[in-house]
């Protein structure tokens, strides 16, 4: 059984930071590309950030350039989102997902795995 498991979401005042985590199981983890997406209400996945298999390669939306890093441990099955910086608009659910093939990360079609996602608000 495949899992994806987000933590580390919570309530921060603009400008603040917060560091997201998520652990996977069930799957052989190195051998995955991650991404991180976010859904705010009434609004599309969108794509954050992703990291090639083994981290070599990372990419960010225009959005969260310079303020947001995404990294793995493929020794501990996690990829982290660090947020700094965080603004008003970054307010949705944050999800983690997995892909084997290093294709379009940018989109949401086509990741084999997805995370239920956790819940970061940005008050200002």
């Known amino acids: 059984q495949v899992q994806l498991v987000e933590s580390g979401g919570g309530v921060v005042q603009a400008g603040g930071s917060l560091r997201l985590s998520c652990a996977a199981s069930?799957?052989?983890?190195?051998?995955?590309?991650m991404a991180w997406f976010r859904q705010a209400p009434g609004k599309e996945r969108e794509f954050v950030a992703s990291?090639?298999?083994?981290?070599?390669?990372?990419d960010y939306a225009d959005s969260v350039k310079g303020r947001f890093t995404i990294s793995r441990d493929n020794a501990n099955n996690r990829v982290y989102l660090q947020m700094n910086t965080l603004k008003s608009e970054d307010t949705a659910v944050y999800h983690c997902?997995?892909?084997?093939?290093?294709?379009?990360?940018?989109?949401?079609?086509?990741?084999?795995?997805w995370g239920q996602g956790t819940q970061v608000t940005v008050s200002s």
């Open positions: 069930g799957v052989t983890f190195s051998t995955y590309n």
């Open positions: 997902a997995a892909r084997r093939r290093m294709y379009r990360l940018h989109s949401a079609d086509g990741y084999d795995y």
């Open positions: 990291i090639t298999w083994g981290g070599s390669s990372t």
